[in-house]
T-cell receptor, first 116, second 120 residues
């Protein structure tokens, strides 16, 4: 069974600083995908970034990058140059890619607060 | 571009009442999902439908039923609501993933805006 662990219930970061949100995962499947979602206070779930287990390079999307360390089973989200609008809940999730249309398994989330 | 539409946005039920949460997507996705979100618990899967005509239980299916009405619509029914079902419910959809080794295709879930349900 797949499992996602986010050990930081809450994080604070100063505006314009970088922040790393931790995510570790557990799976026996060799082919899997890792996702990060943002949930602002308005409640919607916003897809941020994706990393496939066979991808050779770390994924990047604008100010978001994913620090993927396969041997350590970690997929940390790095947000550079934090903005006040980055204050939100962040969820790490994964899915098996070998078995067709499997659902995402989510971690419990990290609440990020950006301070001016 | 509507994406995934959920109705209603808010609902208050008394214990024992029934209701159906509606979900529709206009992205021609094969797969649809129902999750619930509770404080400190993340999102937990209730049921999903990998393709039209199929449904499968997730992590927390007890007290719920689902219907994949057609490719666009996937409803969630509470037959006899309980206070433990107070939660925020999210519907999501995604493209089909072909089965192949060394899969690298990215198919994120697209979420609706959620239904906040309170059972008193």
């Amino acid at each position: 069974a797949q499992k996602i662990t986010q050990t930081q219930p809450g994080m604070f970061v100063q505006e314009k600083e970088a922040v790393t949100l931790d995510c570790t995962y557990d799976t026996s499947d060799p082919s899997y995908g890792l996702f990060w979602y943002k949930q602002p206070s308005s409640g919607e779930m916003i897809f941020l970034i994706y990393q496939g287990s066979y991808d050779q390079q770390n994924a990047t999307e604008g100010r978001y990058s994913l620090n993927f360390q396969k041997a350590r089973k970690s997929a940390n989200l790095v947000i550079s140059a934090s903005q006040l609008g980055d204050s939100a809940m962040y969820f790490c999730a994964m899915r098996d890619l070998n078995s067709g249309n499997t659902p995402l398994v989510f971690g419990k989330g990290t609440r990020l607060s950006v301070i001016a | 571009n509507a994406g995934v539409t959920q109705t209603p946005k808010f609902q208050v039920l008394k214990t024992g009442q029934s209701m159906t949460l509606q979900c529709a997507q206009d992205m021609n996705h094969n797969s649809m999902y129902w999750y619930r979100q509770d404080p400190g618990m993340g999102l937990r899967l209730i049921y999903y439908s990998a393709s039209e005509g199929t449904t499968d239980k997730g992590e927390v299916p007890n007290g719920y039923n689902v219907s994949r009405l057609n490719k666009r619509e996937f409803s969630l029914r509470l037959e006899s609501a309980a206070p433990s079902q107070t939660s925020v419910y999210f519907c999501a959809s995604s493209e089909a993933l072909p089965r192949r080794a060394r899969q690298t295709y990215n198919s994120p879930l697209h979420f609706g805006n959620g239904t906040r349900l309170t059972v008193t």
